[in-house]
């Protein structure tokens, strides 16, 4: 087989993280805080369903380092598969070249949304296969692996064996499958089986494996109906070859479960055979993992049955399981966005070109306006539907005109009214106090949020308290101060306190729209201390003498042309 194989190419040489901005990972330091998505399948471009994801991944991760955690944070790319096999045939070129040119839409993507893992999947690489098959190997040799034929009914169309419930009421095969046809195949099987009491135990006891609850709820329902059924994991190479070959049979590759689940762990160092040189992280530096952020439709069978199961297995004890977050789906009209299925957009207004393509929308909001937008507007572990519409309000209302708008009148008054400097004051008043006590609440609040990942409500806070602090500005009214010389202390004091709550949004802020809170700082004419956390976010941070900078627009307004 010609694949790359016989490559040594790691994914990270070929990609350009390393040239990465962002807080670098530095291992041996003890556990990190690990946290992985689901790898996404390189058979079409990526949408708003995968920018979701991995912004939420991304955002976590920034949040627990400003929380003052070690962390290492994985994503990457699912490349093998039918799927892929047959978009390549396709588009007439061969798997390698196809995968390559998906692959590089997304990384271009996750560098212009600012999405930036420490670590990057592409299943084709070596040392993935090499895990891959000592897992297979080892479960061959210990008999958890067996071969049998199954005589039944094959989607020629979608390549795989059907059940009797995959037929409708009627008894027909829908229109779905395609041509279905009787056929036997020899396979490989994992005896699955023999571990699901075993994964019922465990979830039985463990009840917070997976977030939210009624996720593990479901599962241990899906759990007791899987049992007696082992899982098949090969497919003949006459079918496909775009795959990892069995270790015990090169007839075979393997088919999905062992290639995809298994990246969560080869990508942390799992059995790496050449530790300190391979260039992975340290296996006892990661696991278990603390976060898998997955959507809905994966959790069961696969990250909820066959992940813990293959771990298990393979003699991962159980105080190593890992913790996996669902979370819900981006919909359009009520229907999940997907690759496969156009859902036709029938806004009224159209500014955005295509709402499923995260570049379309990047480009009229740009990359934070979309990240804030996947954040605010939906709450982590339930659905959420996207339009323009949404997007649009979500972008000049919460970010132009409180965000921005709060931003830009405080540099013009400090300009025209200090000539940009802040200056020492004594004047206080309720409502100083009133902001300074939002204020320094917000990291407080926020960490509460956090623990069930409840982005929204965090983003929440933090433009409420931008609108608080906006509505500080007009009730103290600066701007007729400012009439009276005798009001110098007064203006002076108002100044200080917008500013400053300035500074404290731009840190909170940092996790979910990282090149806004650099704007804002840049713009502040500050820069937070190197190592910053949020527990170190106290009021006071512009000192006296403080030199404000240039006023530009954060957020300029999307112009929304009237309907008809
Ligand atoms: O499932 N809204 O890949 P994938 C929110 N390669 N999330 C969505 C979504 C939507 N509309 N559509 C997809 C795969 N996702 C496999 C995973 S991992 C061992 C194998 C999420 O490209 C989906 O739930 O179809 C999944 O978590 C991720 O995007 C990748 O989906």
């Given at each position: 087989?010609?694949?790359?194989?016989?490559?040594?190419?790691?994914?990270?040489?070929?990609?350009?993280?390393?040239?990465?901005?962002?807080?670098?990972?530095?291992?041996?330091?003890?556990?990190?805080?690990?946290?992985?998505?689901?790898?996404?399948?390189?058979?079409?471009?990526?949408?708003?369903?995968?920018?979701?994801?991995?912004?939420?991944?991304?955002?976590?991760?920034?949040?627990?380092?400003?929380?003052?955690?070690?962390?290492?944070?994985?994503?990457?790319?699912?490349?093998?598969?039918?799927?892929?096999?047959?978009?390549?045939?396709?588009?007439?070129?061969?798997?390698?070249?196809?995968?390559?040119?998906?692959?590089?839409?997304?990384?271009a993507?996750?560098?212009?949304?600012?999405?930036?893992?420490?670590?990057?999947?592409?299943?084709?690489?070596?040392?993935?296969?090499?895990?891959?098959?000592d897992?297979?190997?080892?479960?061959?040799?210990?008999?958890?692996?067996?071969?049998?034929?199954?005589?039944g009914?094959?989607?020629?169309?979608?390549?795989?064996?059907?059940?009797?419930k995959?037929?409708?009421?009627?008894?027909?095969?829908?229109?779905?499958?395609?041509?279905?046809e009787?056929?036997?195949?020899?396979?490989?099987?994992?005896?699955?089986?023999?571990?699901?009491?075993?994964?019922?135990?465990?979830?039985?006891?463990?009840?917070?494996?997976?977030?939210?609850?009624?996720?593990?709820?479901?599962?241990?329902?899906?759990?007791?109906?899987?049992?007696?059924?082992?899982?098949?994991?090969?497919?003949?190479?006459?079918?496909?070859?775009?795959?990892?070959?069995?270790?015990?049979?090169?007839d075979?590759?393997?088919?999905?479960?062992?290639?995809?689940?298994?990246?969560?762990?080869?990508?942390?160092?799992?059995?790496?055979?050449?530790?300190?040189?391979?260039?992975?992280?340290?296996?006892?530096?990661?696991?278990?993992?603390?976060?898998?952020?997955?959507?809905?439709?994966i959790?069961?069978?696969?990250?909820?049955?066959?992940?813990?199961?293959?771990?298990?297995?393979?003699?991962?004890?159980?105080?190593?399981m890992?913790?996996?977050?669902?979370?819900?789906?981006?919909?359009?009209?009520?229907?999940?966005v997907?690759?496969?299925?156009?859902?036709?957009?029938?806004?009224?207004?159209?500014?955005?070109?295509?709402?499923?393509?995260?570049?379309?929308?990047?480009?009229?909001?740009?990359?934070?306006?979309?990240?804030?937008?996947?954040?605010?507007?939906?709450?982590?572990?339930?659905?959420?539907?996207?339009?323009e519409?949404?997007?649009?309000?979500?972008?000049?209302?919460?970010?132009?005109?409180?965000?921005?708008?709060?931003?830009?009148?405080?540099?013009?008054?400090?300009?025209?009214?200090?000539?940009?400097?802040?200056?020492?004051?004594?004047?206080?008043?309720?409502?100083?106090?009133?902001?300074?006590?939002?204020?320094?609440?917000?990291?407080?609040?926020?960490?509460?949020?956090?623990?069930?990942?409840?982005?929204?409500?965090?983003?929440?806070?933090?433009?409420?308290?931008?609108?608080?602090?906006?509505?500080?500005?007009?009730?103290?009214?600066?701007?007729?101060?400012?009439?009276?010389?005798a009001?110098?202390?007064?203006?002076?004091?108002?100044?200080?306190?917008?500013?400053?709550?300035?500074?404290?949004?731009?840190?909170?802020?940092?996790?979910?729209?990282?090149?806004?809170?650099?704007?804002?700082?840049?713009?502040?004419?500050?820069?937070?201390?190197?190592?910053?956390?949020?527990?170190?976010?106290?009021?006071?941070?512009?000192?006296?003498?403080?030199?404000?900078?240039?006023?530009?627009?954060?957020?300029p307004?999307?112009?929304?042309?009237?309907?008809?």
């Amino acid at each position: 087989m010609q694949w790359g194989w016989g490559s040594t190419s790691a994914a990270e040489d070929r990609l350009p993280l390393k040239g990465w901005a962002g807080p670098s990972w530095v291992g041996g330091m003890g556990k990190q805080f690990y946290i992985t998505t689901a790898i996404d399948y390189t058979n079409g471009a990526p949408h708003i369903g995968h920018a979701y994801e991995k912004i939420l991944a991304d955002t976590m991760a920034r949040f627990k380092r400003l929380a003052g955690s070690e962390v290492y944070f994985l994503s990457g790319l699912d490349q093998h598969g039918q799927k892929v096999q047959l978009s390549a045939e396709k588009a007439g070129v061969t798997p390698e070249v196809f995968v390559r040119e998906v692959s590089d839409r997304f990384i271009a993507l996750w560098d212009r949304l600012n999405v930036r893992p420490d670590g990057w999947v592409e299943t084709t690489d070596v040392r993935h296969k090499r895990v891959v098959q000592d897992m297979l190997q080892q479960l061959f040799d210990e008999g958890q692996i067996y071969k049998k034929s199954l005589r039944g009914w094959y989607s020629v169309r979608q390549e795989q064996f059907l059940n009797e419930k995959d037929r409708e009421a009627d008894g027909s095969w829908g229109g779905q499958w395609g041509l279905v046809e009787e056929r036997e195949e020899e396979n490989y099987y994992f005896r699955l089986s023999d571990h699901t009491a075993w994964l019922r135990g465990y979830l039985e006891t463990h009840p917070d494996m997976i977030y939210p609850a009624n996720r593990q709820t479901q599962l241990l329902n899906a759990v007791k109906d899987s049992e007696g059924v082992d899982l098949c994991i090969s497919r003949p190479k006459s079918r496909l070859t775009w795959g990892i070959p069995l270790p015990f049979d090169d007839d075979y590759v393997t088919f999905v479960w062992f290639d995809a689940l298994t990246n969560y762990a080869s990508f942390a160092g799992f059995r790496d055979r050449e530790p300190g040189v391979s260039g992975l992280p340290r296996w006892e530096d990661l696991w278990p993992c603390d976060a898998h952020v997955i959507g809905k439709d994966i959790l069961i069978p696969a990250h909820g049955i066959y992940w813990p199961i293959m771990l298990h297995a393979c003699g991962v004890p159980d105080e190593q399981m890992p913790k996996i977050l669902v979370h819900g789906w981006w919909n359009m009209k009520g229907k999940k966005v997907s690759k496969s299925e156009k859902i036709e957009d029938d806004s009224v207004v159209k500014v955005i070109a295509d709402l499923v393509d995260p570049n379309a929308i990047a480009d009229v909001v740009g990359a934070d306006g979309l990240r804030y937008f996947l954040l605010a507007d939906i709450a982590t572990g339930g659905d959420s539907d996207i339009s323009e519409e949404r997007i649009l309000v979500r972008y000049n209302k919460d970010l132009a005109d409180i965000l921005g708008n709060l931003l830009n009148r405080t540099l013009n008054m400090a300009r025209k009214y200090l000539g940009g400097t802040l200056v020492a004051t004594t004047h206080d008043s309720e409502l100083h106090a009133g902001l300074r006590e939002a204020v320094v609440a917000l990291p407080g609040k926020a960490l509460g949020h956090m623990k069930t990942w409840q982005i929204h409500q965090v983003l929440a806070d933090i433009i409420d308290g931008a609108r608080l602090a906006n509505e500080f500005v007009d009730k103290t009214a600066p701007f007729k101060l400012a009439k009276d010389p005798a009001n110098a202390d007064a203006v002076a004091s108002i100044m200080r306190h917008v500013a400053e709550a300035m500074a404290h949004f731009s840190v909170m802020l940092s996790p979910a729209m990282p090149e806004t809170a650099a704007r804002i700082q840049g713009q502040l004419g500050w820069v937070p201390p190197v190592g910053l956390t949020l527990g170190d976010l106290r009021w006071g941070m512009l000192p006296d003498g403080h030199v404000l900078g240039e006023p530009q627009p954060l957020f300029p307004k999307v112009q929304v042309a009237a309907a008809g």
